[in-house]
């Protein structure tokens, strides 16, 4: 009964954020657009037309088209399914490896406790940018060897945030019955320890999907990250290299440019809004 009144009054406080409740309205009405405003509409972000070359926004193209005839509102859409995809997987990719590995070291500790954090060191010892861009010329770009590498490369946040919270749990009395009445090391971590470290684990979530975009965009302007015909807003954003389409076609590069800007903002707020309903230590604060 107390978990359920716990998780109903962070439910109330969350209400309360109302820059984290438009945020969330935000990033649900982004979601559902891509994926279905593709078959209502019947987009085709790939096709051409050879009479419309760098068209401003008009009555056929709402968002214009880019250099070689494409439809911008079409990429725009489909760029932003593989961009929330991005984030997302890469964002579950580092919790599958980071969670497991920081519970292990910081409920066993000795030597498992040293070889991770040990690990975590190295990794957080190079800078990421350059060790993404070096494993995904190796494996190659496309839209799942990004999000992999990226999430890959992104677990050391997530085994620190929960070494750091198993510490200050694996002591209380709940833990110490469970070993009393003989539980098992495996069944104490996954149902005593890890749904009261989870808040901070969700908040890391938030916050490595809104990098994971804004890295694979990065890789995308690059040349390095999702590959064309394939449209995300990072690649629609490489035509802004020109310095023509910089200046005079900005129908090319401002929508994904906002559309970025707005999506990981909204997560950004989202992640806020979960860490003040979830943390008591935000009781008192005033949300706004």
Request: hydrophobic fraction near 50%.
């Amino acid at each position: 009964m107390s978990t359920y009144k716990g998780r109903r009054r962070g439910f109330k406080k969350f209400a309360r954020h109302k820059t984290a409740v438009t945020a969330l309205v935000i990033l649900i009405v982004e979601s559902l657009s891509v994926i279905f405003l593709p078959l209502v509409l019947d987009l085709d972000p790939y096709s051409s037309d050879l009479t419309a070359f760098s068209v401003a926004p008009n009555a056929a193209y709402p968002l214009g088209t880019d250099s070689i005839g494409r439809d911008i509102f079409a990429r725009l859409i489909y760029g932003g399914r593989v961009s929330l995809l991005v984030g997302f997987l890469a964002a579950l990719t580092a919790a599958a490896v980071g969670v497991p590995l920081g519970l292990l070291a910081g409920y066993y500790r000795s030597r498992i406790e040293t070889s991770v954090m040990r690990l975590v060191d190295i990794f957080m010892s190079f800078p990421s940018m350059i060790l993404i861009l070096v494993l995904v010329s190796v494996i190659g770009p496309s839209l799942l060897s990004v999000p992999l590498v990226i999430g890959f490369l992104g677990w050391t946040e997530f085994a620190r945030i929960t070494h750091s919270t198993v510490l200050s749990v694996r002591e209380k009395e709940y833990v110490e019955a469970a070993k009393a009445a003989g539980t098992g090391d495996l069944v104490i971590m996954v149902k005593d320890i890890l749904p009261n470290v989870s808040s901070p684990i969700l908040v890391a979530c938030a916050s490595m999907t809104a990098g994971a975009i804004l890295t694979e965009s990065a890789l995308s302007f690059l040349g390095m990250g999702v590959q064309p015909p394939m449209a995300s807003w990072g690649n629609m954003l490489h035509e802004a290299q020109s310095i023509t389409v910089l200046a005079y076609r900005f129908w090319q590069w401002l929508p994904p440019g906002l559309a970025l800007v707005l999506t990981v903002s909204s997560v950004n707020f989202l992640g806020d809004g979960i860490r003040d309903a979830l943390d008591p230590r935000h009781k008192s604060r005033r949300v706004l």
